[in-house]
C-alpha cells in the first residue's frame, strides 16, 4: 500500500498547538521517560515522527495520543524543548478534528472566533426559545407549580432530545475512530475478544485508572473530581429534574449529590484556570484557545446553576427564572457544541481508545510471539 | 601630486547593507572640499552606465583622473576605464575606493568611508595610510593554564627563545589529559604523548613555570601589560625535594584526590602523581594539620624529610611580571552528572562519570588499569562504609555509555561538547579489550565522528561487538548493586530496560571554573556558553577583541586533543609574528580618520 505524505500537516497541526514538534531530534528521551510507553506503543516520539514526516494516515489512526495523560514528564526532560506533551496534546485536538464527519470541530480548532460566534449563536437561539416557550406557557414569576416559567416536565422533554441527537452524533464519530483505528487495520482482532474485555470500557471510563500510573496523583484526582461530578450531574438532571424544582421540601438524596457535585465542578475549573493562569505545571504551561473557552463555560454553567437553585430555593422566583434562563444559556452551547465537536468528547474517546489499544496491543503481541521463532532462525 | 589634478569623484552602489551604514550624502560633501576634486557625481544604486555619456563629461570637465566610490566599485570600473581612454585621457587614473573592504561593519563606517575615499583621491592606498604604529612589544608571553594546550604554547614559544612564564592553578602541569588513559582514535598512550612534553617544560630555560598560582591583576596595554601573579606557598622547596615519598608516607591526612578524580585518596603532602611536572611535594594547606593548629600538632613529614625540604613558614606572595602578549588556555571542566538526578550519579555506586572510568582503565589508576565494579569498604577511620575501586573488585559483566550527558540539552547546555562520543566509543573498546566477554551498550542521540580516522574508527568499535543503540536513554533505576536502564532504540522500534552492571556517563564541558574572573580580570567577552569570544570564527580564531590577549584550547569552544594542539601551536606563531613584526595589535580601526589623512597627504606630498 502506497503511503502518503502530507507535507503540509505540520503547518495544520500548528493550529492545534503543535508548532514546537519540529525542533525535535529524536534522541528517545521521551519514549524513554514515559510512564505508559511500553511495547506495543512507544510513545510520544514516534508519533513525533510521523507528524514531522506528515503521514497523515497512518496519524488518523493513532490510538497513542488518547494513551497520553499529559503528566508532562517527557516535556520537562526533553533537551531540545520541543514539548512532546503539547504535541500529543494537540494531536488529540486534531483526532477530535478528524473524527468528527461535519468538518465543525476542525473550524473550532482553528479559529476561536468561528467557536465563539457559535456559542454566541446558540446561546441566543436558546435564550429567545426557552423566552417565548415560558412565556406563553407559564408565568415568569413561578418558578414551580402549574405556572412555571420552565416547567421541569418540558426541559425533560428538551433534554431528552438534546440528549439523542448528541448521542447520535457522538456514535457517529465514534464509529469513525472505529474504523480508522481498528476497522481499516491489518491487525486483526475478533470480534471475541472485543465482547471478552468490554469490562475495561466502563472501568477506564469511571476509574481513569491508568491516570493514576503518572507519577504525580494531583491532576487525576482533580481530573477525576471533576468528570464524576459531571457524570453525576449529567444523570441528576436527565433522571430526577423534577427533584430539584419540587418544593418546598427538599429532596435529600438528590440535593445531596447535587452539591457534591457543583462544588466538584466549580472547585476543578477554578484549580484548572488558575493553574493555566498561573501556569503551575507542566500540562497548564500551554493553553488553547478552546481549552479557556471549555473551563469558562463550564464555570459558568455551575455558578448559574447553584445561584439560581439558591434564588429558588430562597424564594426569589422572578430572579430564579432569569438566572435559570442564563443558565440554559450556558448548558446548551456547552453540551452542543462541546460534546460532538471540542473537548468533551474525550470523555468517549479515551476510554474508548484505551480499549481498542488493549485489544490491538494483545494482537501485535500474540502476532510476534508466533512470528518470533521464524525470525529467531533467520538470525541464527 | 601635480597642482593642476582634475578630478573626478563618482560614489556608486551595488548592495544594500554598506549603503545603509555609510552615508553617502556626507561623504560626497566631504570630498568636494578636497584639493583638486573637480566633480562629485552620486549615480546611485546600480546606475546603467554609458561609456559614451561618461567620456563626454570627463573630456568636458578636462578630468585627468576618476575615482570610483562605494561598496563594490570595481564592479563599475570597466565602463570608466573606456570612457577614459575614449576621452583621450589616461585609462590608468581610474581609483577605486572600496567601503566594503574598509568601511563596512566597523564602527564610524562613515569616516572609514570618507577616509578611503580621502587616500584614493591623493593615490595613496589606504593600507599603507592606515597601517597602525609599531609599538615596542614586551619579548615576554604569559600562558594562563596549564594543561596540553598550554604546554604546546609554551614550547613553541619559548623553541623561538622567547621567555614565557606559564602559571598554572593546580600543582602540577599536565591537566585533564595527564589524567587519560588513551586518546581516540589511535588509541595512543596519553601520557607517553604528554609526559615528554611536560618534562620538556619543566627542563626549559625560557619557560618560568608557576604552579600553584593564580593572575591576580592585569593592567597595561597591547605590546606592555603588568601582571601581578598570587604565588601560593607550597610549603615545599621543589629543588631541594626529591620526590622520596618519605614525608607522603607518614602524613595522616587523607583527602580525595583530584588527579584520579575523587575516586583514591591522596595525603596533605602529596605530587598528583608520580609524573608530575614540578616532580616535588606541596603541602594542602586547607588539610594540613600542623598548618591548622598553628604548628601545635603533627608535624610528621617535617621530621622525616632528609632534604629538609619542607618550610612551613612559606606564605603567599605575590609576583609581578611584564609580558607584551597573554595566552589564555585554562580548558574546561567536566558536566555535574548530579544535575541530572535520573541518571543517578551519587546515588548509585555503579553510575560513573567518564573522567572517572578514565582513571579506571588506566594503569596508573586505583585498580592498575582493571574495569572493576565499586566495592562496599568499611573505612576504619570515619567509621563509614564506602564504595570503592579495589583492584579484585568484581568484573561488570555489562556496561551501558550514555552519551550526551548534559550536553545538546536546553535544560543544561546546547552545545555539543565535540569529545564525548569519540572518547565513549574509545572507552567501548577498552571495555571489550579488557572483558572480552562483558557486553558493552552505547546510547547515542547521534554518532559525531567527524575527525580524521574517526568514522573508521567508530565502524571498527562496531565490529568488535559493541552494541551501538540509537536513542539516549531517559533513566537509570536500580539498587546499590543492580541498574536498570530505560531508553528506547529508535532503529528497532524496541523500548529497551534491562539490567546492567555499571552505567558509564558522557559527560559534556564547561567553562572552567574562574573563567568569568578572568574574564573580567583581562576585559575580553565570552560567549553566551561562558567559552571565551575569539575575534573572528573564521579567519581569527585565536585572537580576541583585545590585542596581545589570545586563547587556545577548549577554553575557547570545546575541541579534541588534535585541535587544542593545532590551536596552541596557531597562537604561538601569533604571538611570536607582534614581537617580531613589534605591533601589538594588527587591527586599522586604532587610527583616526586625521590622521589617515595627514599620512596619506604626506605619503602624496613625498611621491612627487
Redesign the interface.
Known amino acids: 500500500m502506497a503511503i502518503l505524505a502530507n507535507p503540509r500537516l505540520v503547518g495544520e497541526l500548528e493550529h492545534y498547538g503543535a508548532g514546537d514538534v519540529v525542533k525535535c531530534?529524536?534522541?528517545?528521551?521521551?519514549?524513554?521517560?514515559c510512564p505508559f510507553?511500553?511495547?506495543p506503543f512507544?510513545f510520544p516520539?514516534?508519533s513525533m515522527r510521523y507528524l514531522q514526516m506528515g503521514l497523515e494516515d497512518k496519524l488518523r489512526g493513532n490510538l497513542e495520543p488518547w494513551l497520553c495523560y499529559y503528566c508532562g514528564e517527557c516535556s520537562e526532560?526533553?533537551?531540545?524543548?520541543a514539548e512532546p506533551g503539547e504535541v500529543m496534546m494537540s494531536m488529540r485536538r486534531w483526532l477530535t478534528a478528524q473524527y468528527d464527519f461535519t468538518g465543525i470541530s476542525k473550524l473550532f480548532y482553528k479559529s476561536w472566533k468561528a467557536e465563539l460566534s457559535a456559542i454566541v449563536a446558540v446561546a441566543l437561539l436558546t435564550g429567545l426559545g426557552f423566552w417565548w416557550w415560558g412565556a406563553t406557557h407559564g408565568d415568569i414569576r413561578h418558578y414551580d407549580g402549574p405556572q412555571a416559567f420552565l416547567a421541569s416536565s418540558f426541559v425533560h422533554a428538551f433534554d431528552w432530545i438534546m440528549g439523542g441527537v448528541l448521542l447520535a452524533l457522538l456514535l457517529t464519530n465514534c464509529a469513525r475512530m472505529w474504523w480508522f483505528s481498528m476497522g481499516r487495520s491489518r491487525i486483526n482482532v475478533p470480534l471475541t475478544e472485543y465482547v471478552r474485555r468490554a469490562w475495561l470500557l466502563p472501568v477506564h471510563f469511571l476509574t481513569q485508572k491508568r491516570y493514576r500510573e503518572c507519577e504525580k496523583k494531583r491532576p487525576w484526582a482533580v481530573h477525576l473530581a471533576l468528570m464524576l461530578s459531571y457524570v453525576t450531574m449529567l444523570v441528576l438532571i436527565m433522571f430526577f429534574l423534577h427533584a430539584f424544582q419540587e418544593g418546598p421540601e427538599i429532596s435529600w438524596p438528590h440535593h445531596s449529590l447535587g452539591y457534591l457535585a457543583t462544588i466538584g465542578l466549580i472547585g476543578a475549573s477554578v484549580y484548572a484556570l488558575r493553574g493555566r493562569i498561573r501556569r503551575s505545571e507542566t500540562h497548564y504551561k500551554h493553553s488553547h484557545e478552546t481549552d479557556w473557552i471549555f473551563l469558562i463555560l463550564l464555570l459558568y454553567v455551575a455558578v448559574t446553576g447553584i445561584v439560581q437553585h439558591a434564588l429558588h430555593r430562597f424564594g426569589a422566583g422572578h430572579a430564579a427564572n432569569i438566572l435559570y434562563l442564563a443558565h440554559m444559556m450556558g448548558v446548551v452551547p456547552m453540551l452542543v457544541l462541546e460534546v460532538p465537536f471540542s473537548k468533551w468528547a474525550h470523555l468517549a474517546y479515551r476510554p474508548l481508545a484505551m480499549y481498542f489499544s488493549e485489544l490491538q496491543g494483545a494482537a501485535i503481541l500474540a502476532r510476534e510471539k508466533s512470528a518470533a521463532p521464524a525470525v529467531r532462525a533467520r538470525a541464527a | 601630486m601635480d597642482a593642476e589634478a582634475r578630478i573626478g569623484v563618482y560614489l556608486c552602489r551595488r548592495g544594500t547593507g554598506i549603503a545603509d551604514a555609510v552615508d553617502f550624502h556626507a561623504v560626497a560633501e566631504y570630498v568636494a572640499k578636497a584639493h583638486g576634486v573637480r566633480l562629485v557625481r552620486d549615480l546611485g544604486f546600480l546606475p546603467a552606465l554609458d561609456p559614451a555619456e561618461l567620456a563626454a563629461e570627463i573630456a568636458r570637465e578636462g578630468l585627468d583622473t576618476v575615482v570610483i566610490a562605494g561598496d563594490s566599485p570595481g564592479f563599475f570600473k570597466p565602463a570608466f576605464t573606456r570612457a577614459m581612454a575614449d576621452a583621450g585621457g589616461d585609462p590608468l587614473r581610474v581609483r577605486l575606493a572600496s567601503f566594503r573592504e574598509h568601511a563596512a561593519g566597523m564602527r564610524d563606517a562613515t569616516d572609514r568611508a570618507k577616509a578611503t575615499l580621502a587616500c584614493a583621491v591623493l593615490g595613496v592606498p589606504y593600507g599603507l595610510a592606515a597601517l597602525p604604529d609599531t609599538t615596542s612589544v614586551h619579548p615576554d608571553t604569559l600562558i594562563i593554564g596549564g594543561g596540553v594546550a598550554g604546554i604546546q604554547a609554551a614550547l613553541e614559544v619559548a623553541g623561538a627563545d622567547k621567555k614565557v612564564y606559564l602559571v598554572e592553578r593546580t600543582p602540577t602541569i599536565g591537566g585533564h589529559m595527564a589524567m587519560f588513559d588513551k586518546t581516540f582514535p589511535t588509541l595512543d598512550c596519553a601520557a607517553c604523548i604528554l609526559t615528554p612534553k611536560m618534562v620538556a617544560v619543566g627542563q626549559h630555560d625560557k619557560i618560568e613555570l608557576m604552579t600553584c598560582a593564580e593572575v591576580q591583576e592585569v593592567t597595561g596595554t597591547p605590546g606592555s601589560y603588568r601582571v601581578k601573579i598570587l604565588q601560593r606557598a607550597k610549603r615545599v622547596d621543589a629543588d631541594a625535594c626529591v620526590a622520596c615519598h618519605a614525608c607522603m608516607e607518614v602524613c595522616p591526612v587523607s583527602v580525595p584526590s583530584e588527579f584520579d578524580d575523587g575516586v583514591t585518596t591522596r595525603k596533605a603532602i602529596f605530587m598528583a602523581f608520580p609524573q608530575a611536572v614540578p616532580n616535588a611535594y606541596v603541602i594542602d594547606a586547607e588539610h594540613c594539620t600542623y598548618v591548622q593548629s598553628d604548628g601545635q600538632r603533627c608535624g610528621a613529614c617535617l621530621k622525616k624529610c632528609a632534604k629538609e625540604a619542607i618550610h612551613f613558614e612559606e606564605t603567599d606572595r605575590v609576583v609581578e611580571v611584564e609580558v607584551g602578549n597573554i595566552i589564555i588556555a585554562t580548558g574546561y571542566d567536566i558536566f555535574d552528572a548530579r544535575r541530572i538526578e535520573?541518571y543517578g550519579y551519587g546515588t548509585y555506586p555503579n553510575v560513573v562519570t567518564a573522567l572517572e572510568f578514565e582513571r579506571l582503565t588506566n594503569a596508573s589508576g586505583p585498580t592498575g588499569g582493571a574495569i572493576v565494579m565499586k566495592t562496599k569498604k568499611h573505612n576504619r577511620r570515619t567509621k563509614q562504609d564506602e564504595w570503592v575501586f579495589a583492584p579484585d573488585g568484581p568484573r561488570p559483566k555489562s556496561i551501558a555509555i550514555i552519551h550526551?550527558v548534559g550536553s545538546?540539552?536546553?535544560?543544561?547546555n546546547p552545545y555539543c561538547s565535540r569529545v564525548c562520543c569519540m572518547y565513549s566509543l574509545k572507552f567501548a573498546h577498552l571495555v571489550k579489550e579488557k572483558l572480552p566477554d562483558a557486553q558493552c551498550y552505547e546510547y547515542y542521540?547521534?554518532m559525531r565522528a567527524f575527525g580524521k580516522g574517526y568514522e573508521e574508527f567508530f565502524e571498527r568499535i562496531k565490529e568488535e561487538g559493541v552494541f551501538v543503540v540509537?536513542?539516549?536513554?531517559?533513566?537509570v533505576t536500580g539498587s546499590e548493586d543492580s541498574l536498570v536502564v530505560?531508553?528506547?532504540?529508535?532503529l528497532s522500534?524496541?523500548?529497551l530496560e534491562f539490567p546492567v552492571d555499571m552505567v558509564l556517563l558522557a559527560v559534556g564541558l564547561e567553562p572552567a571554573r574562574g573563567s568569568e574572573k578572568l574574564a573580567t580580570l583581562l576585559r575580553i567577552p565570552r560567549d553566551q556558553d561562558g567559552w571565551f569570544s575569539e575575534a573572528d570564527y573564521n579567519t581569527d580564531p585565536t585572537g580576541t577583541e583585545r590585542g596581545g590577549i589570545y586563547v587556545a584550547g577548549v577554553c575557547q569552544g570545546p575541541k579534541d586533543i588534535p585541535d587544542t594542539v593545532a590551536q596552541a601551536a596557531a597562537v604561538a606563531a601569533r604571538v611570536l609574528r607582534s614581537i617580531v613584526s613589534g605591533r601589538g595589535r594588527d587591527s586599522r580601526d586604532s587610527v583616526s580618520l586625521p590622521e589617515i589623512e595627514r599620512r596619506a597627504r604626506e605619503r602624496a606630498g613625498a611621491s612627487t
Open positions: 531530534y529524536h534522541c528517545g528521551n521521551c519514549s524513554a521517560a510507553s511500553k511495547e512507544i516520539r514516534k526532560q526533553c533537551p531540545r524543548e | 535520573r550526551c545538546r540539552d536546553a535544560n543544561f542521540i547521534d540509537r536513542g539516549r536513554s531517559a533513566k530505560r531508553g528506547e532504540d529508535i522500534d524496541k523500548l
